[in-house]
């Protein structure tokens, strides 16, 4: 099993900035990719940006030049650097690792976190 745990939500103004934080843990020999979704309320989830293990990203576009994706310091860990966050980036945000395999050649699959709640509100 594997367990994403978030952290660095919370409320900031706008033009604000947060960093959140992603940690993967427990049966993981690879990872293909960690990303973050995120979802408003009555709103579908969306992408927000996702890493692969290699280091490619991918932003969605209302992100773009704000925000940025990085591997954190320990290992299978992922980080969001969001800047000039405005009142529309409100939404729970989700750590997404997709490609998750616990054995070298083990079935790979995806997994979610619970969510880290950022409000962006003056």
């Known amino acids: 099993q594997v367990q994403l745990l978030e952290s660095g939500g919370g409320l900031v103004q706008p033009g604000g900035s947060l960093r959140l934080s992603c940690a993967a843990s427990?049966?993981?020999?690879?990872?293909?990719?960690l990303g973050w979704y995120r979802q408003a309320p009555g709103k579908q989830r969306e992408l927000v940006a996702t890493r692969t293990s290699s280091g490619r990203t991918n932003y969605t576009e209302t992100v773009k030049g704000r925000f940025t994706i990085s591997r954190g310091n320990a290992k299978n860990t992922v980080a969001l650097q969001m800047n000039s966050l405005k009142p529309e980036d409100t939404a729970v945000y989700f750590c997404?690792?997709?490609?998750?395999?616990?054995?070298?050649?083990?079935?790979?699959?995806?997994?979610w976190g619970r969510g880290t709640q950022v409000t962006v509100s003056s």
């Open positions: 427990g049966s993981i020999f690879s990872i293909y990719a």
């Open positions: 997404h690792a997709s490609g998750v395999i616990a054995t070298k050649w083990g079935e790979s699959y995806d997994y």
